[in-house]
Nanobody, 124 residues
Framework: QVQLVESGGGLVQAGGSLRLSCAASGRTFSSYAMGWFRQAPGKERDFVATISASGGSTYYADSVKGRFTISRDNAKNTVSLQMNSLKPEDTAVYYC?????????????????WGQGTQVTVSS
């Protein structure tokens, strides 16, 4: 069982930066691949970024590649998403998720544990 709590969301102007953090409970955090997803109003939940259990592999959605960076600290049971050059279309609720098994994947259905989400709003 893993519990996830996101933080770091807020309101930022276009071109600005935010750093999201996700704190995980449990002793086996280092065995889980982690992902960030987002959901805008009226839209489906979309993949943003994922990182393998070891941190050695990362993958990004094309829409955020080069602007967002996912990282993790297994000693602190945290995963972060650094978001730079934010655009109004990045506005959404951002969710942290954990997947049993260490392989990073973009598939939403592969993730068993989810946080409550944190709102990111980018103004133009």
């Amino acid at each position: 069982q893993v519990q996830l709590v996101e933080s770091g969301g807020g309101l930022v102007q276009a071109g600005g930066s935010l750093r999201l953090s996700c704190a995980a409970s449990g002793r086996t955090f280092s065995s889980y691949a982690m992902g960030w997803f987002r959901q805008a109003p009226g839209k489906e939940r979309d993949f943003v970024a994922t990182i393998s259990a070891s941190g050695g592999s990362t993958y990004y959605a094309d829409s955020v590649k080069g602007r967002f960076t996912i990282s993790r600290d297994n000693a602190k049971n945290t995963v972060s998403l650094q978001m730079n050059s934010l655009k109004p279309e990045d506005t959404a609720v951002y969710y942290c998720a954990a997947r049993n098994g260490g392989i990073a994947t973009m598939a939403t259905y592969e993730y068993k544990y989810w946080g409550q989400g944190t709102q990111v709003t980018v103004s133009s």
